[in-house]
């Protein structure tokens, strides 16, 4: 996680300090390090286990202005958008377009991820409302979407086999690469 335009001016330590989500003790350890490393205060603390993931993308969230999401039911993709952009692409950089409230919202787990905002504007998609989950959330749905594919898959040339079509180089290999 690099710094990114903050909505709330509370440093993200000090925000998980107040809601009580990490010690004084274990933020100092986590701010020298930092200190060190020039790594992400959030991945510190979650590294060490002095706080939990959920609760730095949640204080995350409220201070950069995005909802949090805690889970991401596979009923929430959006189909249409997803078919539209490279899903290798989306997964890579732990992105998903889901349906939220009525219109095409986009969850990520990096918000500081200046590739992927590039990406999804050059889709056509920069207006479009982000939403913050963890990135375990994000690849638990990917995990889910390629599942549910491949069992839909196997269910239609399951359907194919019993109407007799043809199993070598023919409709059922043409289908399966497409």
Excluded: W
Aim: charged share 30%; proline share 3%.
């Amino acid at each position: 996680m690099v710094a990114v335009k903050r909505i709330h001016t509370i440093p993200l330590g000090q925000l998980l300090l107040e809601r009580k989500e990490v010690s004084e003790e274990n933020l100092k350890v986590a701010l020298n390090e930092q200190k060190g490393t020039g790594k992400a205060l959030g991945n510190i603390l979650i590294d060490k286990h002095f706080a939990s993931e959920e609760s730095v993308y949640r204080a995350l969230a409220d201070q950069i202005g995005y909802k949090y999401l805690p889970s991401l039911p596979i009923g929430l993709i959006d189909k249409k958008v997803l078919a539209r952009l490279d899903i290798n692409v989306l997964r890579k950089k732990s992105v998903v377009p889901i349906r939220y409230k009525g219109s095409t919202c986009f969850v990520i787990s990096d918000p500081s991820d200046d590739l992927v905002i590039k990406y999804l504007s050059e889709q056509g998609y920069i207006s479009h409302k982000r939403l913050l989950t963890t990135p375990v959330n994000i690849e638990t749905l990917y995990s889910e979407i390629m599942v549910s594919d491949r069992k839909t898959i196997e269910k239609q040339i399951s359907q194919m086999q019993k109407e007799g079509v043809d199993h070598g180089e023919g409709e059922l290999v043409r289908y399966v690469h497409e």
